[in-house]
């Protein structure tokens, strides 16, 4: 109770009760210790990723570097975690790594969730017309692939490198925001306050931008956050197969790859990146599952 | 709405789909930049030929045309020759599907028994160790990308304690049986070959374990929690109130509605399985269709790639119309929601 009371006085009405909200809500979500977790873990993935240069032990090793004298070395002080069949050390590729993994992430989802919250947005709001009919037929024929599968293919036929990568996962993922959004949308478009901005006549972009959108906003944060993970997965999954990073640099995926051919002498070259995957899809879960009892979320 | 009809309205979607799917893989293999008919012939072949090639193709003829030819050779089985193995790519995915399916059809053997059990355990004592054990590593397990589990079962059952193979279908000193259904377990048990019948089945536990890893975790997570909710229903109360036995109640009125959630997205896990067969099969050296597909994929080979894709996406869809014609049998509210559509 007492930091409620400490509180800092916000003199503006408006600000002060947006601060209670957000106190509110971080009372809810810290009261789940795996959502604190998960908030924990997703911290401290992105401070490495940014500041990679500076914390690396060898920053120089994420790039093209060799030193066969320092190959193979299995983890000690002066390689936490070992180094690879080149002599670069693991530890400094995997903070690198996650720069790719995280860019990744966020420029698919950049590039996925307008697009995908569009097309919903009107989908739904026209529910029952040919538009609703074409636009979620064609979500229903990208979503009749097992994802991988899709952005593996797409992925071949280009160029391999991350960007094309980023391109073939987006291309199949947007049909999942469409999803979502057509769901909400068509449950709230017969509701009064709808009604209310039509028959006031406001615009249809008034209507599906300020009326309409605004309810989509919690489902979608959820799910951005829980798909920042899947998004990374993939990733990962498309350069182990060689299709995403290329080398010499750093994909996490590319590194277990890459080490699986040396097991199990050398494991720590598979292991490590492995688990530094693992550590940031489980964080992002993590803090998706906690969102979404905050933002008590049921559709995603 | 009665059943054959939802029936016939579900089949009828899946064909749009299928339609819709075929247009996409097509479009897929026409986006590849470079000069097709070049890069099956090579470099050095001579322009007429490569000219004689695309009219075959057909590939100066306009988009919907290309189509049209493509999808009448489709349809009748025809995916053209593979550029990496020489042979008719239909004839590569016969002689390859088979074994895909065997692992993933047993690793879904796995995920549902061990998903729905874990789950039901979890709830059943829920707010105790068994629970928060469970609930701790189904987070773990939805978390960790199969290729990762597969290289972590790989280096403890397989190179530390050495007690399963690394590699392959069957070891290397044993006869396969004649092949009849491509599964190896079917062909040993068919040609009564214990031997081969105990080694295939030793093959198959580390890549299916792998496979049934993320489905396993989420199908315990859903059956916990759809458990969980209608553990606390006003039904269970009345039903313990007249003293219906627990086991009863457990299995009859509770296990069995709170299944559907699990069921329902069996089709998802399916699909998350028949994905991460790629990586599995590449890892464990597993014979199958989507090792074959990423070879074809690595090599660009495209006829080879549109038609390992077309397989899949035809997969994914029958599966998912098993998934909802279960579903729309155990729930009659779903058969009703798809008057709306």
Known sequence: MSALQDAPRLSHPRLRSAARAVRRSWYKFSRNRLSVVGLSAVCIVILLALLAPVISPYPRHAGKFVDFANANRPPSWTYLLGTDVVGRDILSRIFFGYRFSLLMGIIVLALVVPPGVILGLIAGYWKGSWIDTVIMRITDVFLAV??????????????????????????????????????????????????????????????????????????????????????????????FVGLGVQPPRPGLGTMVADGAQYMPDSWWISVFPALAIMFVVLGFNLLGDGLRDVLSVEEV | MSFSSFLIRRLFHSVVILIGLSMLIFAISRIMPGDPARLALGARAPEEVVQQWREWMHLDDPIHIQYYYWIKDALQGKLGQSLWTRRDVSIDIKSFLPATMELVLFSGLIMAVFGITLGALSARYSNTWIDNTVRVSTYFGVATPAFVVAIFLLLIFAYALQVLPTMGRLGQSIAAPPSRTGFLVLDSILAGNGTALADALRHLILPSIALAMGGLAQEARITRSSMADNLLKDYIAVERSQRIPPRVINFKYLLKPSLIPTVSILGLDFAAMLSNAFLVELIFGWPGLSRYGVEAMVRKDINAVTGVVLVMGVIFISVNIIVDIVVGYLDPRIRLRMEDH
């Open chain 1, 146 to 239: 097992p994802p991988l599968v899709l952005a593996l293919a797409i992925a071949s036929v280009l160029q391999p490198n991350l960007y094309n990568a980023m391109l073939a996962v987006s291309l199949m993922w947007w049909p999942w925001y469409c999803r979502l959004v057509y769901g909400v949308t068509s449950s709230v478009r017969n509701e009064f306050f709808v009604q209310a901005a039509e028959v006031a006549g406001a615009s249809k972009v008034h209507i599906l931008l300020r009326e309409i959108l605004p309810n989509c906003v919690s489902p979608i944060l959820t799910k951005i956050s829980l798909d920042m993970g899947w998004v990374i997965l993939l990733g990962a999954a498309l350069s």
